[in-house]
């Protein structure tokens, strides 16, 4: 199996930062990319950010020039630099990851448990 475990949520004021960080762990032969994902009570979950292990970044629209994200393959991790945080990105926030199990498996897509950001005004 895939293990995704994210830390560095919070409670911050706004305008405040905060660093995310997600480690991948078990079988894992592989790594495609890696992402953000938030999910806000009432709403859908919601892409944030995603990094290819060749570095490209692709951000939501409501997170460019705030947001960072950044990824280690050697120890599978990847990493959310959050500044000028405000109300509304507020949420759980998840890290997913496409990998490969076996060097000729499928890919599969694995989900972290999340990490509450709360953000207040």
């Known amino acids: 199996q895939v293990q995704l475990v994210e830390s560095g949520g919070g409670l911050v004021q706004a305008g405040g930062s905060l660093r995310l960080s997600c480690a991948a762990s078990?079988?894992?032969?592989?790594?495609?990319?890696m992402g953000w994902y938030r999910q806000a009570p009432g709403l859908q979950r919601e892409l944030v950010a995603t990094?290819?292990?060749?570095?490209?970044?692709n951000y939501a629209d409501s997170v460019k020039g705030r947001f960072t994200i950044s990824i280690d393959n050697v120890k599978n991790m990847v990493y959310l630099q959050m500044n000028s945080l405000q109300p509304e990105d507020t949420g759980l926030y998840y890290c997913?990851?496409?990998?490969?199990?076996?060097?000729?498996?499928?890919?599969?897509?694995?989900w972290g448990q999340g990490t509450q950001v709360t953000v207040s005004s």
């Open positions: 078990g079988r894992i032969v592989s790594i495609n990319n």
């Open positions: 990094v290819t292990s060749g570095g490209t970044t």
């Open positions: 997913s990851t496409r990998a490969r199990r076996t060097a000729w498996g499928s890919w599969g897509d694995y």
